[in-house]
């Protein structure tokens, strides 16, 4: 059922136009809800809208970087690289949005700045930044994992003269390198993505590094109409094995553990799959690296050698390794970062030995002196998972503050609903598997327009989980992640994983660490129990005259 913009009162919001939004959208209006969605971006896309830096691309794969719910959308596109750039990506959305007429529910570069729970009437009533207001009975955020960007912290950046880009905002139009002394701040994904790419074109870059990161080879090619056909055939398997992997990857974990093969062997095997390229060394290596300190110690050892190799000068090198486990930081992938730092023109500045003083007119003054730059590129990354829920006023049952209820860090159960928002839900929000994203937020997507029919056919008005049950989930994703050697905060990462990277946010685990596959046969068990965890709110029932 298609909706006017100017519709103010609907059956459901949604907020979000990537994949968690797009497929929630869908989902929602195949039921023949009426819904109002919304996007800050000027058309579909979410992350592939605005992180559009050159280099940008996905390191998922590209066969399962796609929606699975549709054979015939399966078949019909085929992306043309392993991991697809962000140009591909954003067409697939569009495609999408375009395939099932999905544009027409959305109201873009509008932002929800507040909504808030109305008990009496039991409806959810939201404001936008151009003065809209919309009420739904349900509320369902696609709000993304890093969509909030972070700006660096140091004073002084208005005064700087040159040009000034964050990845996560960068320009529709094509930034020229050319000659220019370049500055980036950052070696996250986006960081390393694009001090690979720009190398060869700057005058000179010099990369600030706080936290080193382990960056994997990226398994990236072209991919071929044959091997696409073959890919087609071979969905079911394909599909099947993400549901059950982890992070949602198309392959079978492996048995060996890399303690107990022999170091030769081990070398080997470790060689072959930091080949492969990607998430292979995590996954396809061995069964214990994300499990055992000890192992993950030996991929370290391995990995440290290979930056040894790749780096020319010692020093740099060894302050290009990290001191964290392997996975602690989300590893990010790309060819050739490492040996940018060969080249003359580039250089690195060690932010833990000279910290960012301040911005200048010229350039950045660190602790050392002044650098001076044409251009200076924000890779600063994201108030991740949690910070696009506290940029906006969410209030439930009696007032409460989502932001004050969340203070030490999230509460829900599954990572899909939070206790007294009733009717709120959340697609790949806090407390759920960091994995491939949208399989992920298929399944919950999913399972949200399932739990929304569920209710409607049993004449429930609303739900929301128990406090118990949050508070059961919380303990859950605390212990998983205290158990693993990565996650754990004594891995000590600085990682948006748990807020370490934002001053003054709490720290705390803000993902599932479970998997993927077991996230979704928990989610499988809820439904099929007809959502024990749940606070039901009976709808009344007109009685006769
Ligand atoms: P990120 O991983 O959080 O990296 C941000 C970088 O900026 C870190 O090196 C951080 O240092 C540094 N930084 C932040 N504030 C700083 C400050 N005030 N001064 C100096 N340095 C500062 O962010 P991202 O690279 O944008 O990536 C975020 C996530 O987005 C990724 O982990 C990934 O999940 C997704 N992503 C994926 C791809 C892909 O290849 N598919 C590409 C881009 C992004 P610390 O480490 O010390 O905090």
């Known amino acids: 059922m298609a909706q006017a913009p100017n519709v103010r009162e609907v059956d459901a919001i949604v907020i979000g136009a990537g994949f968690s939004g797009l497929h929630a959208t869908k989902r929602l209006t195949d039921m023949g809800l009426s819904v109002r969605a919304f996007d800050a971006a000027e058309g579909v896309g979410g992350v592939w809208t605005w992180n559009r830096y050159p280099g940008a691309r996905t390191d998922s794969l590209h066969m399962t970087y796609c929606y699975s719910f549709d054979r015939d959308l399966l078949n019909e596109w085929g992306y043309s690289e392993v991991n697809p750039r962000q140009p591909e990506v954003l067409a697939y959305l569009r495609h999408v949005a375009d395939r099932f007429d999905l544009e027409q529910y959305y109201t873009f570069g509008t932002s929800v700045t507040s909504a808030v729970y109305d008990e009496a009437a039991g409806r959810w009533v939201i404001e936008t930044d151009h003065g809209e207001t919309v009420s739904a009975t349900y509320f ?4 993304g994992l890093v969509s909030a ?76 109409a044959a091997e696409l056909d073959e890919i087609r055939q071979d969905y079911d398997t394909i599909w099947k094995r993400v549901r059950h992997h982890p992070a949602g990857w198309p392959w079978e974990m492996p048995t060996r553990s890399a303690l107990e093969t022999p170091p030769d062997e081990r070398e080997r095997v470790f060689e072959q799959q930091f080949e492969e390229g990607g998430f292979a060394l995590l996954y396809n ?52 970062y490492y040996q940018a730092f060969n080249k003359p023109n580039v250089g690195l500045v060690d932010l833990r030995e000279t910290p960012i003083e301040a911005f200048t007119e010229n350039g950045i003054r660190t ?18 998972i949690t910070g696009a829920f506290t940029r906006m006023q969410i209030r439930g049952v009696g007032g409460r503050d989502l932001n004050e209820y969340w203070s030490d860090g999230p509460k829900t159960y599954l990572g899909l609903a939070v206790p007294g928002f009733p009717n709120m839900f959340t697609v790949a929000g806090p407390q759920t598997p960091f994995s491939n994203l949208p399989p992920g937020a298929q399944a919950q997507g999913s399972w949200i327009s399932d739990a929304i029919s569920w209710m409607r056919e049993h004449d429930q008005a609303a739900m929301h989980p128990t406090e118990a049950a949050a508070e059961g989930w919380t303990a859950l994703c605390n212990e998983i992640a205290e158990s693993l050697p990565a996650t754990s905060v004594a ?10 990277n934002v001053e003054g946010k709490a720290v705390a685990y803000n993902i599932y660490f479970g998997g993927h596959g077991s996230h979704a046969d928990l989610c499988d068990e809820e439904a ?4 024990p965890s749940f606070a039901k709110i009976p709808a009344l029932v007109e009685q006769p005259a």
């Open 149 to 224: 960007p972070l700006q660096p912290t140091a004073p002084g950046l208005e005064k700087f003269r040159g040009e000034v880009h964050h990845t996560a905002r960068w320009p529709h139009h094509e930034v020229d390198f050319a000659g220019k002394r370049v500055a980036v701040i950052g070696t996250g994904s986006s960081g390393v993505q694009l001090v690979a790419t720009i190398a060869d074109r700057v005058g000179s870059l010099t990369v600030f590094q706080r936290t080193a990161n382990w960056v994997a080879k990226t398994p990236n090619r072209p991919v071929g």
């Open 528 to 531: 099929a129990s007809e959502y």
């Open 140 to 143: 369902v955020t696609g709000l």
């Open 367 to 384: 602790s050392a002196g002044e650098h001076e730059f044409d251009m200076i590129v924000l890779a600063t990354g994201f108030d991740a």
């Open 285 to 336: 290596a061995f069964s214990d690296l994300s499990t055992d300190k000890a192992a993950n110690d030996l991929l370290c050892d391995f990995m440290r050698r290979k930056i040894q190799e790749m780096v020319d000068d010692p020093e740099l090198a060894a302050k290009l390794t990290p001191t964290h486990p392997y996975g602690a930081k989300r590893p990010p992938t790309t060819d050739g």
């Open 491 to 500: 891995a000590d990462a600085n990682s948006w994983f748990t807020g370490a």
